[in-house]
């Protein structure tokens, strides 16, 4: 559970929020979820947040380039 990542935006997400390793709210989740979570995305859900978090992810762990490489050539 800890090398997990969960995003969610309603009340029967907080439980699997509070046992991930990085736990997720997209911006338009409601305000309880939102206590609960490591971060908040930028974009509403269904409008590019799960693309935010993976971007974020390969970012910090230094994987973006590599895993966007194929793109660029």
């Given at each position: 559970?800890?090398?997990?990542a969960?995003?969610?935006?309603?009340?029967?997400d907080i439980?699997?929020?509070?046992?991930?390793?990085?736990a997720?709210?997209?911006?338009d989740?409601v305000?309880?979820?939102?206590?609960?979570?490591?971060y908040?995305t930028v974009?509403?859900?269904g409008?590019?947040?799960?693309?935010?978090v993976?971007?974020?992810i390969l970012?910090?762990?230094?994987?973006?380039?590599q895993?966007?490489a194929?793109?660029?050539k």
């Amino acid at each position: 559970p800890q090398e997990t990542a969960y995003i969610g935006d309603e009340l029967v997400d907080i439980p699997l929020l509070r046992r991930v390793g990085f736990a997720v709210a997209v911006k338009d989740a409601v305000k309880d979820v939102k206590k609960y979570v490591d971060y908040v995305t930028v974009k509403n859900g269904g409008y590019g947040a799960v693309r935010e978090v993976c971007e974020l992810i390969l970012k910090v762990q230094d994987k973006w380039e590599q895993a966007t490489a194929r793109y660029f050539k």
